[in-house]
């Protein structure tokens, strides 16, 4: 069994959960600007910029971080968007962490964690998400249709995550705008750039979309290897959790992006 196969079947005992739940967590209902409009055509490298206390890879990475006090952190640093993980065992994240951020900055929000079912995405609106993810190895077609489909009548963005070819073509037939690749193997939880090098030459960067990058950059150096093969925006997390210096960290990767057809 895979970890992905460990965290989706905690995921099915958590959706079981979160059914019988009245829900209680609420966040800000502030309107926020689009993740989409932000990242397209920008001349520099945005930043998601992500809440992390923990990953089945590292570990603990910042235990006990105040959510309120790094997103404040991420938002003066001129972060595109901040992230929060709401999985609470493999990444000691919860809704209540996303709600508390919700309520003080007013930037694009996402809900990062495993959504197999439309009762996640409606905790996610609650507390105060303005985009979910929705990882394309977790879903089969008509799962990824469905609550990609539920996600955007709700009013809400979607990033579809993919790891290789085919499942960038599953984003694709469904219409997916905003599109990351994950560096992170999910199976394995082993990172590597090229992820990034290899989709980004199969992207339709001549359509109406944006390119991520997830995972695995932690330099200058990977941001500029990065934004040259296309990418809008990077997603980081652990570098910039353990960072003793945020906005420096954080600035240093908003590096200029080269030339792409939009």
Known sequence: MTILDKILDEKVREVEQLLKEEVVVEGSEVTRPSLFNKLYGTEHLQVIAEMKRASP???????????VAQALAYAGAGAACISVLTDAPFFKGSFDDLAAVAKVVETPLLCKDFIIHQVQIDRAKKAGASVILLIVAALKDDQLANLHAYAVASGLEVLVEVHDAEEL???????????GVNNRDLRTFEVDLKRTEEIAALFPFHEKRVFISESGIVSDQDAIRVADVGASAILVGESLMRSGAVAETLKSMQVARPGVVQ
């Open 57 to 67: 890879s590292k570990g603990l990475i910042a235990e006990g971080a105040d959510p």
């Open 169 to 179: 073509e599953r984003a694709l037939r469904i219409d997916a705008k905003i599109i």
